[in-house]
Every structure is written in C-alpha cells, then in structure tokens.
C-alpha cells in the first residue's frame, strides 16, 4: 500500500489549493479515504472522509462550506480542495486509508496572512 500526497504549497489568505493523493498497492474503489491534518503543537485532526464510492462524504466544523474531498476511482485517487483558505488551515495534511490505518507522508499547506 502507498499513499502518495502532493499540491501543498503556499497561499494567501483566501486563496484556494487543490491537494491529491494518489494511491496504490490496493483496490482503491473499496476503501473509503479520509484526510488529516496536523499543525505544529497540535494533535491531527480529522478534516474530511469519504466513503469508497464517493456517496458519502463528512467534514470538520472548522472546514464545512471552504473544503470538498472527492475521489477519482479510475485514478485511485483521493482529493481536498480547500477554498477561503485561512491561516489556521497551516498543518501538514495527510491522506489515510483507515481500513489498516495507512498514511501517507503527508504535503505542507502554509496559508500567510
């Protein structure tokens, strides 16, 4: 299993990031994804999840309305895009599969003020 993230960088606040994490190793459209996030001091934090075919998807109160995670099954692919981007948002994001609690290594977001 390897979960491969990428698209972080740095933004201003408003701006907008699309992250992906691409995905292999396992039959992707059977597992449903989640993405984390971990700022310094702080303990990571669920963002969003969504299930294995994309019905079903949950956000963070701190997210809800700024970031959409979709998934792309031909691609085993899983995405956030994060909109209205805030200063708080700075973490390093990671991609799980919770089935077996596989991470990836996570992408750097710094939103600047």
């Known amino acids: 299993v390897q979960l491969v993230e990428s698209g972080g960088g740095l933004v201003q606040a408003g701006g907008s990031l699309t992250l992906s994490c691409a995905a292999s190793g396992f039959t992707f459209s059977s597992y449903a994804m989640n993405w984390y996030r971990q700022a310094p001091g702080k303990e990571r934090e669920l963002v969003a999840g969504?299930?294995?075919?994309?019905?079903?998807?949950n956000y963070a109160d701190s997210v809800k309305g700024r970031f959409t995670i979709s998934r792309d099954n031909t691609k085993s692919t899983v995405y956030l895009r994060m909109n209205s981007l805030k200063p708080e948002d700075t973490a390093v994001y990671y991609c799980q599969r919770p089935r077996n609690n596989y991470w990836g290594q996570g992408t750097q977001v710094t939103v600047s003020s």
């Open positions: 969504i299930s294995s075919v994309g019905g079903t998807t």
